[in-house]
Structure formats: C-alpha cells, structure tokens
C-alpha cells in the first residue's frame, strides 16, 4: 500500500520545469480542418451584420459559430449528436449570463457567476471528453455576455442569433460527410497502425520503447473508441469490420512487435488515406477459416456496453472543478480591484490554465502568458489599419480565426498570439476604443489571471490523483487475470479471448494516462510505482501470450484447411 505521507519527490520545485514548454511540435494532420471550418462558420453571419450595419450584435453570432471548432475528430454520426449538445452546451451558458447581466450589475456577483460557470463547464468537457477546444471556447463566450448590458426583453433575440449561428456551424461541420464520409474512423485506424509500426521498430527493445509501447495502446485506443461509436448496421458496417481487422492488427503488432512488419503496418495506413478500398488485412485463408473473424466476435458486445453514469465519471474530476472555481472567481477580483474594466479576460486566463495536473497547468501557464504577451504586440502593430473601417475588423478576426487554429496544434503559445488579437478586435466590433488602454488592460488581465489562477491550482491539491492510482492498477490486474483465465481454457468460447486482450489493452493503457497524471501532481501520497511497473510488465506479458494462442490456432486451422483440399 502507499504511504500518506508527502514525499520529497513530489515537491513542487521538481514540477515546475522550463524545458520544452515552448517547443514547437509538428502541425496535426487535420490543422486546417477546424482552420478552415471556423471561417467558413463565422464569415457569413458576421458580414451580414456587417451590411445591415448591426456588427454590435456580432457577439451572439459568434457564440453559436465558434461551435465548428468541435468535434474534427469523431466519426460523421458520432460529430452530429457531439456538435448539437456543444451548440446547446454553448446556448445555455450564455442563457445563463445574459439573464445574470439583465439583473444585476455588480461586477462581484457577475464574476462569482462567471466563476461557477466555467468550473461546470471544465468538468463536463473532461467528464464527455468532448476533445478540444475543450471549455475554454465556451467559458471565452459566456464571461463576455456577462458583461455586455443587457434587459430580459432582449435575451430571446441575442439567443436567437446565437441558435442559428449555431445550426449553421453544425452544418459546417458535417459538411466534408458529403466527400469523404469515413474520413475520421480511416484517419484515427491509420494513426493506430503508425504508432504500431514504431513499436514494431523498436523490437521493443532499447531505450524509449515503452514511451512507443505507452504511444502505441492509446493510439490504438482512440481507434477502438472511433470504431465503436460507429453504427454496428447499414451501409457503415462493412466499412467499420475492415478498418476494425486493421486496428487488431496493430493490437498484435504491439503485443508481440519482434514478430510484426513494421513497413506493411505503414502501408496499411497509407492505403486508407484519400477515399479507396479499405485494404484487407491477413491472409485470405486465415479471414475463410473464421479466425480473423473470432477477433471481432467481443466489438458487438463493447458496443452495447453502457459507460459509467455522468455523476461518476464527474466524481475525479471534483478538485479540477474546485481549482477552476476558485482560481477564475479570485482572479476576477482581483482584477476589479485593480480597477480594470473586463475582469473576464483574467477570468477566461485562469480558466484557460487548468489541465489534468499541476505540471501540465504549469507549462499552459507559461505558454498563455507568452503566447497573450507576444498577441497584444501583434494587435498594437495591425491596430491602425484595423481601425481603416468596420470591413477592415471582419477582414482582420477572419484572419486570426484561422490562424488560431492553424498554428495551436504546434504548440498552445502559437495559437495564443493570434487568439489575442482576435479577442480584442471583437471588442471593438461595437465601436473603436483606444488601443494603449486595450492593450494595458490585456497585459495586466493577463498577468493577474495567470498568476492568481497558477497559486489556486497549487492550493487546492488533487489527492485523489494517487487513489485512481491504485484504481487503475487493481483494474489491470483483474483485466490480466481474466485474461490469464481464458489462455488457460483448451477451447475458450469464440471471441471471448480476443474481447478479453481488448481489455486488458485498454486497461493498461488507461493505467499508464492515470500513472502519468498523476505523476505530475504535488503533496500527495507517495504513489505505488513498483505496482504500476509491475501491473505493466505482467500485462504485456499476459498480451503476448494471447497472440501466441492466436497465431498457433490460425496454423491449426490452417493446417486443417489444406488436409481438407489434399486429394
């Protein structure tokens, strides 16, 4: 069992590292994908109002635009249900503070308001895994309604605005169905068999093999979980079984990868890009024998499996949620005692900080503040020729919009320089303001949410980061021994060991996101490394056995198939 005494080695001093925060990453494959998606979104209602002389209105519209900015990942049927629950999600968030700012005007209240605003929204964006942008986009949104005047007699027009700004972005994003509708599930199988194939290189052997080994199952993870939330019938099916065949295969390359082809993995990944046939993958003989077909036997079963109730799946994610309310409500007040005049942006600064630990927290701290920094000179330098007419401003968001998105996935600092300038050109939509006064409020909003924010995540401590721990490692120990329980059966039931090795996969791939999570936590209990090393090792072990059996039964039936046609 662990201790519960703090250890040195969690000292915070240990966490808060310099190295690498601001080093640039390779763009992702789809960066312009939600570039292009939130400009076509936010364009057209934008110059609408621009001809109709409403830009002040321009705020609403946005709120329900900024919504094409989800979802780019998930397969067409799974994106229509997740971008109408964030048009919603985004809906009543600004319901909420339109209605708050049409009864009162005391900046303490709108803030406290504002503060418990985003610490829901934090946890259910964690809780959904709704992907990025996660809540900040939506907490951005509702901070600023809270401070724009409003009367109850107006809510239902601003909302109305809102409501179709949000219809069109999920037309926007469903939009690519039309050319190439198994584009995300062939994307995310591809990425699965990619990171297979750098395991397979390793032999698994040599150093950083098991950070490949770690890359590889949540790789392959994120494939199942694509996969799965496809349409078990219809036209999708046939579809769905051959990308899952491949994804198996990178399940095998990973558990036994000295006997794998890491280049035949990557030729399967380069045969799903574009719109052809889904190569197949294994021998034809071994797919007629029903092997290959025994692996998927359990996908069904994984489908009608219920996930676990929202209130506990929210249950972790309760000190998340506590640093988010109280680092966002104290750095508001302290911005109004500075006397600024939109204490949501220290606000949306501290909200933006908050990730699964107090490292990563650190380093999304660093990069906002240099990433806000470098935005206000940007802003300073293209002011006055935003400031040539309101067309010039429309002109100008669209471009940061999409250079947002272009650059975030390099790394969060980059996007942060253009999302600055874009915030504050927003501001301005309702009539020009002074740019020195602009610029000091962002650079102060900035430096006190940041700092305000940092010291609230250091305050409240995830302690139950060690028991989800522990957690972990008791699931991967029962999902190992179950599986063990089966290799040990002459004839396990069709299908049964191939769902079994799913599991233990995920399993340990989930043990390995939560030692890492909570590995970047302080003043805690010491955590339980040598069963975690363990429960890795004996998983892996347990994995590898199961190809064994697996490839022994397709000689066997291979074998028995060739007898069978012998004259």
Known sequence: MSSATPTSGTSLGRRLSLAGVLRLRRPSEIWFKPALSVVVAVAPPNLILLALGRLDLAMYTMAGSLCALYAHNRPYAARARTLAWVVLGMLGGVAVSLVAASLTRDAVVLVTVGALLAAVQKALCDATRIGPPGNVILTFVSSAALFTPQTLGQIPGHLALAAAAGAFAWLVGMAPALVRPHGPERRATAQALHAAAAYADTRGTGDGHARTRAAGYAAVQAAWQTLLSLPACGARAATRQALERLVVRAEVALAAPADSDPERLRAWARALRGTGTVPRAG??????????????????????????????????????????????????????????????????????????????????????????????????????????????????????????????????????????????????????????????????????????????????????????????????????????????????????????????????????????????????????????????????????????????RVDRDTDTRTEDVRP
């Open 283 to 552: 021998d034809p003989h071994t797919d007629a024998t029903g092997a290959v077909a025994d692996e998927l036997l359990g996908v069904d079963a994984e489908l009608d499996a219920r996930p676990a109730p929202l209130w506990r799946r929210l249950g972790p994610l309760t000190p998340i949620a506590v640093r988010t309310a109280l680092g966002c409500a104290l750095a508001g007040y302290a911005s109004l005692a500075l006397g600024i005049g939109r204490p949501y942006w220290a606000l949306v600064t501290a909200a933006a900080l908050y990730q699964a630990n107090l490292t990563l927290t650190w380093s999304r701290t660093v990069q906002r503040v240099v990433g806000n920094l470098a935005g206000v000179l940007l802003f300073a330098a293209i002011a006055p020729l935003a400031h040539l007419g309101q067309a010039a401003l429309v002109l100008f968001c669209l471009a940061f919009n999409f250079g947002a998105e272009a650059l975030i996935t390099r790394n969060y600092w980059l996007g942060s320089v253009c999302v600055t300038p874009m915030a504050l050109l927003i501001t301005e939509f309702a009539g020009y303001q002074e740019s020195g006064e602009l610029i000091t409020e962002r650079v102060v909003d900035t430096l006190v949410g940041a700092l305000v924010g940092f010291l609230a995540a250091v305050a409240v401590t995830n302690r139950r980061a060690g028991d989800r721990v522990e957690q972990a490692v008791t699931a991967a120990d029962r999902a190992r021994e179950r599986a063990a329980r089966l290799l040990a059966e002459p004839e396990p039931a069709p299908g049964a060991l191939e769902a079994a090795r799913r599991g233990l996969a995920a399993a340990l791939a989930d043990l390995r996101a939560t030692a890492d999570a909570a590995a970047g936590e302080w003043w805690q209990r010491a955590l339980p490394q040598e069963r975690v090393v363990l429960a890795e090792q004996s998983g892996h072990r347990t994995l590898a056995a199961t190809v064994r059996r697996q490839a022994a």
